[in-house]
T-cell receptor
Framework: AQTVTQSQPEMSVQEAETVTLSCTYD???????LFWYKQPPSRQMILVIR??????QNATENRFSVNFQKAAKSFSLKISDSQLGDTAMYFC?????????????FGQGTILTVHP | GAVVSQHPSWVICKSGTSVKIECRSL??????MFWYRQFPKQSLMLMAT?????????EQGVEKDKFLINHASLTLSTLTVTSAHPEDSSFYIC??????????????FGPGTRLTVT
């Protein structure tokens, strides 16, 4: 079974600064996907960024980027130029590849607060 | 594209009654939908995987007779909480896959339903 661990229950950052959220996972699979989701106070889950395990290049989406270390099974999220709207709970998630309806395994979540 | 809706967004029911929550894929056909439960400031816990036209697959520890899931069409899955009790109060979230979409491995989430049992 896969496990996903987020060791930072809460983080805070000043507006315009950079913050990194940590995530580690454990799997024996070689084909899988990793995701970061954001859940703002509205509680709508929003996909922030995805990474296919077979891709060596780290994914980037505007101010969001990941540091994917496959051998270390680490998948951290870097948020640059933090904005007040980034305040949310962030979840790291794992999905096996090669299955028709693979389920997501979520980490415990990290509550991020951006201060003005 | 890839929008998922849930109805109702918020429901209060009396202990012992049943309540139904709907999850719809608005602009795609979802062969697979997922139901999650979330307590405040906690992670999402997968309850069951729902495949159109077949029985749902429940996660270990989830009572099948209490949480009835029906996926009768490619755009609708329902979760019925039977004989609800205060401990069933929670936030329920559904998600759906778009198998014909650009990223068929992704899940698209509904906005969630807050259930309060009094």
């Amino acid at each position: 079974a896969q496990t996903v661990t987020q060791s930072q229950p809460e983080m805070s950052v000043q507006e315009a600064e950079t913050v990194t959220l940590s995530c580690t996972y454990d799997t024996s699979e070689n084909n899988y996907y990793l995701f970061w989701y954001k859940q703002p106070p509205s509680r709508q889950m929003i996909l922030v960024i995805r990474q296919e395990a077979y891709k060596q290049q780290n994914a980037t989406e505007n101010r969001f980027s990941v540091n994917f270390q496959k051998a270390a099974k680490s998948f951290s999220l870097k948020i640059s130029d933090s904005q007040l709207g980034d305040t949310a709970m962030y979840f790291c998630a794992f999905r096996r590849g090669g299955t028709s309806y693979g389920k997501l395994t979520f980490g415990q979540g990290t509550i991020l607060t951006v201060h003005p | 594209g890839a929008v998922v809706s849930q109805h109702p967004s918020w429901v209060i029911c009396k202990s012992g009654t049943s309540v139904k929550i709907e999850c719809r894929s608005l602009d795609f056909q979802a062969t697979t939908m997922f139901w999650y439960r979330q307590f405040p400031k906690q992670s999402l816990m997968l309850m069951a995987t729902s495949n159109e036209g077949s029985k749902a697959t429940y996660e270990q520890g989830v009572e099948k007779d209490k949480f009835l899931i029906n996926h009768a069409s490619l755009t609708l899955s329902t979760l019925t909480v039977t004989s609800a009790h205060p401990e069933d109060s929670s936030f329920y979230i559904c998600s759906a896959r778009d198998p014909s979409g650009r990223a068929p491995y992704e899940q698209y989430f509904g906005p969630g339903t807050r259930l309060t049992v009094t």
